[in-house]
């Protein structure tokens, strides 16, 4: 068993930089958007309310809030995902790639949907 000293600084790799600056992306655009509404007027209405503030403000500001987060988390899995098959010799640095892409992909329109269902459930 190898041990690191403690300290010692692990360098990052180009994959996980490159899914940490997409993540900070995705979530200054949500927050963009979110100040966006929450700073506008309520009877002309924001961008995602529509001028009804009572009902679907609350419930488009949670929509938006939760389909970021879990499509940050859901990102992150699948990088941890493909990174332990790469260290168990299973996939290789494409395969990992393709995956990462693929998730990226298919989870933008499926995180706010998800999210739209757990917020309107918990209503």
């Known amino acids: 068993m190898v041990r690191r000293r403690l ?6 790799s180009r994959p996980l930089l490159a899914h940490l600056a997409w993540s900070l992306l995705v979530l200054a655009a949500v927050g963009a958007i979110l100040i966006l509404e929450l700073g506008s007027d309520c009877p002309p209405g924001g961008p995602l309310a529509f001028g009804d503030c009572d009902r679907v403000r609350p419930l488009a500001v949670a929509v938006l809030a939760l389909g970021a987060a879990l499509y940050v988390t859901g990102l992150s899995a699948v990088l941890a995902w493909t990174r332990r098959l790469q260290r168990r010799g299973l996939a290789d640095a494409r395969a990992a790639r393709d995956w990462y892409l693929l998730a990226a992909v298919v989870g933008l329109p499926a995180a706010p949907l998800l999210a739209f269902t757990i917020v309107s459930a918990l209503r």
């Open 7 to 12: 300290g010692a600084l692990t360098p990052f």
